[in-house]
């Protein structure tokens, strides 16, 4: 599968996508707020490279224990797959285990998302699309 992005938690947006700017990094999305997991979200580019600045806001987010432990950190690779229901089902029978079922990403539009965890690997993402970001 393809690498889409690297997911980056941060405890402010603004202030990380300064740091990542000083790295080369160029704004590909601004920053939006996902109602579904209360999450900033936005994405920056650097030539193929990907990174989705993620900022729990408060801690309705289910993130929020995940930054107060971690603070600002790369936590999730995404992968970008055809055939998200199929991508899970071989995942499942390597020993994955969905922490997230597939959910609408506002963020990316036509996007849906799911997330799983594997003791050897910690948690992927996976992309299931038929929009573009
Ligand atoms: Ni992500």
């Given at each position: 599968?393809?690498?889409?992005?690297?997911?980056?938690?941060?405890?402010?947006?603004?202030?990380?996508?300064?740091?990542?700017?000083?790295?080369g990094f160029w704004v590909e999305q601004e920053a939006a707020f996902d109602p579904l997991r209360k999450l900033d979200i936005a994405f920056l580019r650097?030539?193929?490279?990907?990174?989705?600045?993620?900022?729990?806001?408060?801690?309705?987010?289910?993130?929020?224990?995940?930054?107060?432990?971690?603070?600002?950190?790369?936590?999730?690779?995404?992968?970008?797959?055809?055939?998200?229901?199929?991508?899970?089902?071989?995942?499942?029978?390597?020993?994955?285990?969905?922490?997230?079922?597939?959910?609408?990403?506002?963020?990316?539009?036509?996007?849906?998302?799911?997330?799983?965890?594997?003791?050897?690997?910690?948690?992927?993402?996976?992309?299931?699309?038929?929009?573009?970001?």
């Open positions: 599968m393809k690498l889409h992005h690297v997911g980056y938690l941060t405890k402010n947006l603004q202030d990380t996508r300064r740091e990542f700017a000083l790295l650097n030539g193929a490279y990907r990174v989705e600045l993620v900022e729990p806001k408060g801690e309705a987010s289910p993130l929020f224990p995940l930054l107060k432990k971690y603070k600002n950190t790369p936590y999730h690779l995404c992968y970008e797959t055809d055939s998200l229901g199929e991508e899970i089902r071989r995942m499942e029978q390597g020993g994955y285990r969905v922490i997230q079922e597939p959910l609408d990403a506002p963020c990316i539009q036509g996007g849906t998302v799911a997330f799983l965890i594997h003791p050897d690997m910690g948690i992927v993402e996976l992309l299931g699309r038929e929009g573009r970001l």
